[in-house]
């Protein structure tokens, strides 16, 4: 076997550089390393987990077509740099590039020095930069990655496996796998859902999909719901960046296909800057703010968690989350909000049992929103949400509410809506007025701070966006 191509969240045939360079030399095998640290690791879960093996089986099927195969590993990177420098010293071993949590990132900077910088090939995937880095020309580059043309599917293998018994097939990991049976209701993983996903929000769900992103019951059908395949990479962000630009010209939904068109950019752009800034997942990105919130309490953040705080509106969207592992853009900010600033809890502790929720989770999406939601990057206004005027505005009728709970079912909708339902539904947590009040007078408290501008700019400069047309209105926010 010459060569041998690492798979991590890269799970796809087409346009993947790694496989396609891999194939090249006709003598090849694909290695999918299942280590149970990173798993368990900050943020990840079994959710995530069973997508990702949907993924993984669905490429096993369509490379046993070009005569290669996946096999999977289980144990570490360094393990595994063990087995390929004993058993495979000539094999070339070829990665798509990932942004990732610090375990994985720590985990395959020891692989790469056993294995040896001449063995190893890393190319880059979606729209991350890591060479010649300069975010005043960030985005033209990011556009000018989307635009290259699409990488081949690979060739096919002369070689028919690789042989260790170390390694597994796919099938028999599978079967020894718990989590695939597990979670019925959350996305399935797999390219193909993912070409299907895209198809149909080009051609029709994206109609209102401006307006609709707001409310958890439209959002569902309204929204690509692409982002658990880019988190896994079961279509590569230049495949759908290029399918919508030619969609756009015919489509009678062009405004609702631009806004789609910020949010692929704002992917990159988020995962850029816990690329670039590694330290982000566990520190503040305004270094003033990490001493805000200094203690935790655990109680508060398990009720947070399992939907438990006395306001309906807010109960269900954690309740729907944690059954579906997808909820929208507007009430993950909401869930968020509420536990950094009506229960002051510290991100770096809730950010994580948050993640584990998420099918999509993409870390460096997650730690910027999670930040911004706390008002912890220094360059985006704060905002607290108000759980109970959400809870009017996206579910005037409770229709969406009482779905995940039905014991309110014939409630008085005022009293639902404001979570005035004394033995009738859970006790609030806190107050929201006074909580927030007092949240707002310690954030614009650290804000006032003389110094805290002059970071601020700091951070900015590292790490903010410089698209002019939207910094205008709601683009400053995403900064
Ligand atoms: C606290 C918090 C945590 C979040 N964590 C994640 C996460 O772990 N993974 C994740 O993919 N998204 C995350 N988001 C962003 C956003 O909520 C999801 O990307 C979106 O809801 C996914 O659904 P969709 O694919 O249907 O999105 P669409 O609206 O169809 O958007 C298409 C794609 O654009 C990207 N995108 C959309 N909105 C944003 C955004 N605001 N910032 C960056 N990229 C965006 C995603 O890749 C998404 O798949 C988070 C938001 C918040 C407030």
């Not at 360094?78 to 000539?90: E, K």
């Not at 800057?273 to 503040?284: A, D, I, N, Y």
């Not at 639902?416 to 909580?435: I, T």
Request: glycine letters at 4%.
């Amino acid at each position: 076997m010459k060569d041998i191509v690492l798979l991590h969240r890269n799970l796809r045939l087409a346009d993947n550089p790694a496989l396609y360079n891999g194939s090249l030399r006709r003598s090849y095998c694909a290695l999918f390393v299942f280590d149970e640290t990173y798993w368990k690791g900050n943020g990840r879960s079994n959710r995530q987990l069973k997508f990702a093996l949907e993924c993984l089986r669905e490429l096993d099927e369509s490379l046993c077509q070009v005569n290669a195969k996946v096999r999977v590993f289980c144990g570490s990177l360094i393990n595994l740099a063990d087995l390929l420098n004993s058993s495979f010293p000539n094999a070339k071993i070829h990665l798509n590039q990932c942004t990732d949590i610090g375990y994985y990132r720590d985990a395959i900077a020891r692989f790469k020095s056993a294995i040896g910088p001449s063995r190893f090939k890393e190319y880059s995937d979606f729209g991350v930069q890591r060479l010649n880095f300069d975010r005043d020309r960030w985005s033209r580059d990011w556009e000018r990655q989307m635009r290259e043309p699409i990488v081949t599917n690979p060739m096919a293998s002369e070689e028919v496996d690789l042989k260790s018994s170390c390694l597994i097939g796919v099938d028999d990991f599978l079967d020894l796998n718990k989590a695939k049976s597990l979670y019925p209701n959350i996305q399935e993983g797999g390219s193909k859902n993912a070409a299907l996903l895209l198809d149909t929000f080009l051609n029709s769900r994206c109609e209102g999909y401006k307006t609709k992103m707001s409310n958890p019951n439209d959002a569902e059908q309204a929204c690509s719901r692409l982002s658990p395949h880019l988190a896994f990479g079961s279509i590569s962000m230049r495949t759908v960046f290029q399918k919508l630009e030619s969609s756009v010209p015919r489509s009678p939904f062009k405004s609702d296909l631009n806004s789609f068109k910020k949010r692929l950019y704002w992917h990159c752009h988020f995962v850029q800057k816990l690329e670039t800034e590694p330290e982000l997942e566990f520190r503040s990105m305004h270094p003033m703010c990490d001493g805000l919130r200094d203690s935790y309490n655990d109680e508060m953040i398990e009720k947070w968690i399992t939907g438990q705080t006395g306001f309906p509106f807010l109960d269900a969207c954690i309740l729907f989350l944690r059954d579906v592992g997808w909820i929208n853009f507007r009430m993950r900010a909401m869930i968020m909000s509420f536990a950094s600033y009506n229960l002051w809890q510290p991100w770096q502790k809730t950010s994580p049992l948050l993640a584990q929720l998420f099918v999509d989770y993409e870390p460096g999406i997650h730690i910027s929103q999670v930040q911004m939601q706390s008002g912890t990057t220094g360059i985006n206004l704060p905002r607290i949400y108000s759980v109970t005027k959400q809870s009017v505005e996206q579910d005037p009728t409770l229709t969406w509410t009482t779905k995940r709970l039905p014991s309110l079912v014939g409630l008085d909708l005022k009293n639902v809506h404001e979570a005035e339902l004394r033995e009738l539904y859970l006790e609030k947590m806190v107050d929201l007025k006074s909580s927030a009040r007092k949240a707002r007078e310690l954030i614009w408290g650290i804000r006032a701070n003389p110094q805290f501008k002059a970071l601020a700019r700091k951070v900015y400069l590292r790490h903010g966006s410089r698209k002019r047309q939207w910094k205008s209105t709601r683009g400053k926010m995403q900064s």
